[in-house]
């Protein structure tokens, strides 16, 4: 039996480990910075490399490299592609990062960019420390311990280019202090059961010898009389409860040719007025959009908060977006609603909507978290919020303090730049959700371990004016009939507002747009039917039709989630129903937080 023949048998039997087809590109694992090493046993610590974070994809002989915003940066790093090529696999999927030594041995972060635009760089070398993927099994779920013994036995005979990062159990402290003795940028601790997760994690930790951040530059001040052009310093800023604003100077760091670069690379991005939300004065700032990110070294922060000894290292090149965009429109407090909600929280104001209490939504959850999280856990969240006394679909910057259990999830935004959602996977991660003032959960048509790829597809009868309740059953139970025909299993969910939702698992994961296609065209054959009964566009009349909503497939477009509750009076929840309590004509708000099955036997009665 071949290598990988035999490599399967025993992925198949790991614990954690799924087949599926190969992923797209994966939302990195992000550690959390910390001052202090964890206590406690069943942590790990690697050694943390001064370079850029680099995603490895290999599949069929062909080998792509993503930076760590996603981008294709194969080019780039063709030297690891063109040594990936030569590993032992069919396909698998690594994380690690990519570094250049110095002179002093040590890995130098001037030196790696200065090494990017070389074709096959013999400088380059990949620091793999994760293995998230290999030979049709993801590995996400298996404890990092087991998947780093996976990628050490896969990189044995790998060429020189790729390093294996090893990582020791030992007291965090003392292994921290020789860290910083020997002049490294820091370590990782890692839990050693802990899966692969994506976005900001407290299973990783960052542990830093010197501090060091990246920071969006708001503004240089040009060197005076100098030719060609060259920056004298930066002014950086940073987010803070969604808005940017001023974290201090860069005054050192810079070589000559850096200077002329930075300087060259900012001229297009040169803006009339501070990107800042708020306004510092700067006379001798030129201001820029704030797109191009900058790796500071810093002593200390003031009291103020801002940067002090704050020293250049580098750009982050690999954060870069992929287009600038348009200046920015500061937020203005003139004419904004007295709500009590930033308008740019604001998705859409929920006027009518009707919020149970924190206590209420507790006790609710309480009841029902383990099935409700079959349905609403590990999937991206759109949310909502109730917030002083405003109910409204939530947007934008992520309240502040957000409860520990509950996750975020880093993402690239479709329009640029990068978003955050959160998700859940435990009680603890609900009654957080509630803390922060969440009534509806909506989640995502995939998880978060894949949130590119769509596991179902989601059609929401909605009824205009006039339309019969059973109506309505008749068109789900007909839907049914078809959907089955066509290889879809698909079960019911009352909304607990006045419709139906059709979910139909996919037994092999879409793309977003492709699941938007294929119920688009499921329900463009079904509406020629009845024409007269049926509408597809959101924007024509519904009265006396039932819209066929098949918008609620697409990357980030959602439907109430099961077992969700509704902000509506009596607060009915969204609740999974079997098919004959639908041909019994059960209604659509028979469930509620209080009593819900009290309640569905009365109305079912």
């Known amino acids: 039996m071949c290598a990988v023949a035999l490599r399967q048998s025993g992925l198949s039997r790991l614990a954690g480990a799924r087949k599926i087809p190969i992923p797209s590109y994966i939302v990195p694992c992000d550690p959390t910075l910390r001052e202090n090493p964890p206590q406690g046993s069943g942590w790990v610590f690697e050694i943390k490399a001064d370079g850029y974070r680099a995603q490895l994809h290999l599949q069929a002989g062909a080998a792509t490299v993503y930076s760590r915003a996603g981008f294709d940066w194969t080019e780039q790093f063709s030297s690891i592609a063109a040594g990936a090529r030569k590993l032992r696999a069919e396909s698998a999927i690594i994380d690690g990062e990519a570094?250049?030594?110095?002179?002093?041995?040590?890995?130098?972060?001037?030196?790696?960019?200065?090494?990017?635009?070389?074709?096959?760089?013999?400088?380059?070398?990949?620091?793999?420390?994760?293995?998230?993927?290999?030979?049709?099994?993801?590995?996400?779920?298996?404890?990092?311990?087991?998947?780093?013994?996976?990628?050490?036995?896969?990189?044995?005979?790998?060429?020189?280019?790729?390093?294996?990062?090893?990582?020791?159990?030992?007291?965090?402290?003392?292994?921290?202090?020789?860290?910083?003795?020997?002049?490294?940028?820091?370590?990782?601790?890692?839990?050693?059961?802990?899966?692969?997760?994506?976005?900001?994690?407290?299973?990783?930790?960052?542990?830093?010898?010197?501090k060091s951040e990246t920071f969006p530059i708001v503004a240089f001040v040009e060197k005076l009389g100098a030719y060609p052009r060259k920056v004298a310093s930066l002014y950086v800023g940073h987010h803070e409860d969604g808005r940017l604003v001023y974290a201090g100077k860069v005054r050192t760091g810079y070589t000559e040719a850096t200077a002329r670069e930075l300087r060259e690379r900012l001229d297009p991005l040169i803006r009339r007025d501070s990107p800042l939300d708020l306004p510092v004065k700067k006379p001798k700032a030129t201001w820029v959009e704030p797109v191009v990110n900058a790796e500071v070294e810093y002593g200390a922060l003031t009291e103020d908060g801002l940067l002090r000894e704050a020293v250049f290292k580098g750009l982050r090149d690999d954060l870069a977006p992929r287009k600038v965009r348009a200046p920015r429109l500061v937020p203005s407090s003139v004419g904004r609603p007295k709500l009590g909600v930033p308008k740019e929280n604001i998705l859409q104001l929920l006027p009518d909507a009707i919020a149970p209490s924190k206590e209420e939504l507790a006790r609710y959850w309480t009841r029902v978290w383990k099935k409700a999280l079959l349905h609403l856990g590990h999937r991206p969240l759109k949310l909502v919020r109730h917030v002083h006394g405003t109910t409204f679909y939530h947007k934008g910057p992520l309240p502040k303090d957000i409860p520990q259990a509950v996750h975020q999830l880093r993402i690239r935004k479709r329009e640029g730049g990068e978003g955050t959602r959160l998700?859940?996977?435990?009680?603890?991660?609900?009654?957080?959700?509630?803390?922060?003032?969440?009534?509806?959960?909506?989640?995502?048509?995939?998880?978060?371990?894949?949130?590119?790829?769509?596991?179902?597809?989601?059609?929401?009868?909605?009824?205009?004016?006039?339309?019969?309740?059973?109506?309505?059953?008749?068109?789900?139970?007909?839907?049914?009939?078809?959907?089955?025909?066509?290889?879809?299993?698909?079960?019911?969910?009352?909304?607990?507002?006045?419709?139906?939702h059709l979910t139909a698992p996919l037994e092999v994961p879409l793309l977003h747009d492709q699941a938007h296609w294929v119920a688009r065209n499921l329900m463009a054959d079904f509406s020629l039917r009845r024409p007269d009964r049926y509408v597809l566009s959101a924007q024509a009349s519904r009265s006396g039709r039932i819209f066929l909503d098949y918008l609620r497939n697409g990357r980030g477009t959602t439907a109430i989630g099961t077992f969700s509750p509704r902000a509506r009076e009596n607060f009915p929840i969204a609740a999974q129903v079997t098919w004959k309590r639908i041909e019994s004509g059960i209604p659509p708000d028979a469930f509620t937080i209080h009593s819900p099955y009290r309640a569905a036997r009365k109305k079912e009665r």
Not at 180 to 207: I, M, N, T
Not at 446 to 467: K, Q
Not at 468 to 497: H, N, Q, Y
């Open 423 to 500: 998700w859940v996977d435990s009680l603890e991660g609900l009654l957080g959700l509630v803390e922060i003032g969440a009534v509806e959960l909506h989640p995502w048509n995939s998880t978060v371990e894949d949130f590119e790829h769509a596991d179902r597809i989601v059609i929401d009868l909605d009824p205009g004016e006039g339309v019969e309740w059973d109506a309505v059953i008749e068109t789900a139970l007909e839907l049914r009939a078809l959907m089955s025909r066509e290889g879809f299993a698909t079960w019911p969910k009352l909304t607990g507002g006045k419709g139906i």
């Open 99 to 210: 570094v250049v030594y110095g002179s002093n041995g040590l890995p130098d972060f001037q030196q790696l960019r200065r090494e990017l635009g070389a074709k096959q760089s013999r400088r380059i070398r990949y620091h793999a420390f994760d293995l998230l993927y290999l030979d049709g099994y993801d590995l996400r779920g298996v404890g990092f311990v087991e998947r780093k013994q996976l990628l050490q036995r896969l990189l044995k005979e790998a060429p020189e280019t790729f390093i294996y990062v090893e990582h020791v159990e030992a007291d965090g402290e003392q292994i921290l202090r020789h860290a910083c003795r020997l002049g490294l940028e820091g370590l990782l601790a890692k839990r050693a059961d802990a899966p692969y997760r994506s976005g900001r994690q407290e299973a990783w930790l960052k542990l830093k010898c010197k």
